[in-house]
């Protein structure tokens, strides 16, 4: 009970921080982007340290429920479930973030909150797949059974995760390619070490929200397990 | 293997001897043609126009109609306990999926069979070649139908079965329905096999995955 609490008030402490600085970081350490020849960007473009860090949280978030599915069905131990469940739950939020923030910055540099291109469509795809994860698990009422059902389908829809992630690396798209190359030639074009260490400690301050967001998240969970044991014992 | 035919032949046995699956989702993915050519009436004089929405109209046609035999497929076996009986025969449970997604693609592809000419007839359509557009259509087919008979098996358990499967297939089948449908686009207006094989690829990589994924998770899907 002391670990709970230790971590319970750790986590989250530390996320506050580590969020407080990035946030900082990208308002007044960063420096004025330029673009190829020399002219000052618009600054709607440090909104991608918060898309990309939540982008790669959405992923993280997937890939827990990922992992902890094939375990529930390998050994059949319940905590395994809550933290899938939990880790879905907080995954799609964060899925909804990548598009609500994506939007917003396409809106300021292509004209349009939305075109319909591959990156786009598997992103609102991976979106899809995780309601239908929670969807799924409000339509079975056996908690056993929909514990077993949830996890089969947590590692089917996992494997939507790595077309979303190559998408641009696959096709041509409009969406920029940060790191890595893409199929058709282009990409990079992040460099500085101002940059990234923005970029690094974003990335840390959304994982560590994501990691205190999913403790909170099953520490309800747990303590709603008791309330039912306790229900059905005194029936 | 032969147990898995087996399996397949059972099913399409059945559905034969009625027939009344194979009807409706004929009728249905026709439906589905009719309510396109009213909802895109005045545009689809020019056969340009035809040739750009055809492979999104034919996929729709065969998704909606794959989605009723899907959902109808488990369903079957509900009575009479027949699944229990089906899981009493010395198979192994990846057997008994392996063999109802056999029946489900053949099924499957009588619909498209059907469908495609009568498209063509329709909308005055010419098509560049018959074994790549096949080809194609069928890698599609079966990645759809392998993802979608888990989810079947699936969707059987839950309360609200008819209305879950779509939503919980729609999207898991993305990875095979964008490559898909780009795919045949290209193949219908006559490109080669060198031109979409990065397509083809992503779709012979999605089947394996997906069939070989429900293989290994069947088992707990049907297990009570």
């Known amino acids: 009970m002391s670990d709970r609490s230790l971590t319970g008030k750790i986590l989250p402490l530390l996320a506050a921080a580590t969020m407080l600085l990035a946030i900082g970081m990208i308002f007044f350490y960063l420096p004025e982007m330029k673009g190829e020849s020399g002219e000052v960007l618009d600054s709607s473009f440090r909104i991608f340290y918060f898309h990309m860090p939540i982008a790669i949280t959405s992923y993280l978030a997937f890939t827990v429920v990922f992992i902890s599915s094939v375990l529930y069905l390998r050994k059949g131990e319940y905590k395994w479930d809550i933290v899938s469940r939990s880790a879905a739950e907080v995954g799609v939020i964060f899925a909804l973030l990548v598009l609500i923030t994506g939007s917003i910055w396409a809106k300021a540099t292509w004209g349009w909150y939305w075109i319909w291109e591959p990156r786009l469509t598997t992103s609102l795809a991976l979106f899809l797949v995780y309601v239908a994860y929670l969807l799924l698990r409000q339509a079975v009422d056996v908690p056993d059974k929909r514990a077993r059902l949830a996890s089969v389908f947590g590692i089917l829809g996992f494997v939507s995760v790595p077309l979303s992630f190559l998408s641009i690396r696959l096709w041509r798209s409009a969406h920029p390619l940060m790191f890595g190359e893409a199929a058709s030639g282009s990409g990079g074009g992040l460099e500085g070490a101002s940059l990234q260490l923005t970029l690094l400690v974003n990335i840390v301050a959304f994982i560590l929200l994501f990691a205190s967001m999913v403790s909170y998240k099953m520490g309800n969970e747990m303590l709603e397990e008791e309330v039912n044991e306790l229900r059905s014992s005194l029936k | ?224």
Request: net charge negative.
């Open chain 2, 1 to 224: 293997m032969i147990r898995i035919l087996d399996i397949a032949a059972k099913d399409l046995k059945e559905e034969f001897r009625t027939k009344q699956m194979l009807n409706s989702m004929v009728i249905f993915s026709l439906l589905v043609i009719v309510i396109f050519s009213i909802s895109f009436g005045p545009i689809l004089g020019s056969s340009e126009n035809v040739e750009m929405v055809a492979p999104g109209v034919l996929w729709i046609a065969f998704i909606f109609a794959g989605s009723i035999g899907l959902s109808r497929s488990f369903v079957a076996e509900l009575e009479n306990g027949c699944l229990e009986g089906l899981k009493l025969c010395p198979v192994s449970r990846a057997a008994i999926y392996t063999g109802k997604a056999v029946a489900n693609i053949v099924l499957m592809l009588i619909v498209e069979i059907i469908t495609i000419p009568i498209f063509v007839i329709l909308f005055n359509y010419n098509i560049g070649g018959l074994f790549l557009p096949g080809l194609v259509i069928a890698l599609g087919t079966i990645g759809f139908v392998c993802v979608g008979t888990l989810l079947s098996a699936l969707t059987v358990n839950t309360r609200t079965r008819e209305i879950l499967l779509p939503v919980l297939l729609l999207p898991l089948v993305l990875p095979v329905l964008i490559p898909a449908v780009m795919a045949t686009g290209s193949a219908l207006s006559g490109a080669s096999m060198g031109d979409i094989s990065q397509e083809l690829r992503l779709l012979l990589v999605y089947d394996v995955v997906f069939f070989l994924v429900a293989q290994l998770v069947f088992e707990y899907v049907i297990q009570d």
